[in-house]
């Protein structure tokens, strides 16, 4: 008797769950629907660069850079044995092995026709982050992290200079890269990093099953990695 009440209660707790996951994606898909009514936003990256896709489970992401998706890269990596499980566990990446199974694992090179399946056919999700803390974040880690972007903190400092701060000062804050921003959007919008959500996995031309969430990564992640 006791042994049925539980399995009972355990299906009624499943059917809520499932109940809210239903309604939260109904929810998402219809604040989605209400940005491109509105929208003339027809993506500026090339989608196919980066849409990851798992042929065996029908299954592919939109990668996002800062967006959570280089752990969610790694993880699938090294699930589907792309990549070593040592990777996992270390404090510094390896860019040109992620470059690599990047080129390996999206759609650039693949026949327009299987473009075309994934896309239609295939259950596909994307990792969402509310986009100042994603803009902060990519600060943070470009501006004072990677050499390769110098020319961000030369740009801030150069436009301080010429704003006549002193000249001598080599001292960047976020309120310089705002403004270095709004001077220069097409500089940083030609970067994958900086540009938006929507115009790197075009959500109004892309019919997605799940929208995982930055601010609940662990909880989506371990719901979406059972897919692949």
């Known amino acids: 008797m ?20 239903v309604t939260l994606l109904k929810f998402q ?28 489970n029908k299954t592919a992401f939109c990668y ?4 959570g998706c280089i752990s969610l890269l790694l ?12 990777v996992l566990e270390k404090k510094g990446y390896d860019w040109s092995a992620i470059e ?11 026949s327009q026709s299987l473009k075309k399946e994934v896309i239609d056919n295939y259950y596909k999700f994307i990792m969402y982050r ?6 902060v974040s990519a600060y943070k880690d470009k501006t004072f992290n990677n050499s ?12 301080k200079k010429r704003k006549g701060g002193a000249s001598s000062s080599t001292e960047v804050n976020f309120l310089g890269f705002v ?8 500089k940083l919008l030609s970067d994958i990093h900086f540009l938006p959500i929507q115009r790197l996995c075009h959500p109004c031309h892309v019919r997605y099953d799940y929208y995982g969430n930055f601010d609940s990564f662990e909880r989506d992640v371990h719901i979406l990695m059972d897919r692949f």
């Open 2 to 21: 006791f042994y049925m009440s539980h399995i009972t209660h355990l299906i009624r707790l499943y059917c809520y769950v499932n109940h809210i996951m």
């Open 29 to 56: 898909r219809e604040q989605v629907d209400a940005y491109c009514r509105n929208s003339n936003d027809t993506g500026a990256w090339p989608l196919d660069r980066l849409m990851i896709w798992n042929k065996e």
């Open 64 to 67: 996002v850079p800062k967006g």
């Open 75 to 86: 993880m699938f990596m090294t699930k589907k044995g792309y990549m070593p499980m040592s």
């Open 100 to 110: 690599a199974a990047i080129s390996r694992t999206n759609l650039e090179a693949k």
């Open 130 to 135: 509310n986009p100042l803390d994603r803009l």
């Open 148 to 159: 390769y972007y110098s020319w961000i903190k030369d740009g801030i400092l150069s436009l």
């Open 179 to 186: 403004e270095y921003f709004l001077s220069r959007p097409d």
